[in-house]
């Protein structure tokens, strides 16, 4: 038998986190931007221009795949495309 005191429990912090063995498969948006050390406000502009892919959950709920969030934490954001006319 073991005595609570022998059995570590995680951190709410940790458990959470997605390359820590979280078992979710989408991160809510909020959390992914925090992850990434962006602004909220950041995230959804991304969202928004596509740079950072999302699944909408309900009619407003933002997700960011889990493989997404890991690509991005370990390689950085897809570069900008130039648009028409301009120059790279």
Sequence with gaps: ????????????????????????????????????GISRW??????????????RLGARDLHVPAAVLRRIEQQGLPPTEPEDGEVA
Excluded: F, H
């Design 42 to 55: 950041q995230a959804y502009k991304l969202a928004r221009s596509g740079r950072l892919p999302t699944t």
């Design 1 to 36: 038998m073991t005595t609570p005191s022998s059995v570590p429990s995680p951190t709410p912090a940790a458990a959470r986190s997605v390359l820590d063995g979280d078992p979710r498969i989408l991160i809510p948006l909020p959390e992914a931007a925090e992850r990434l």
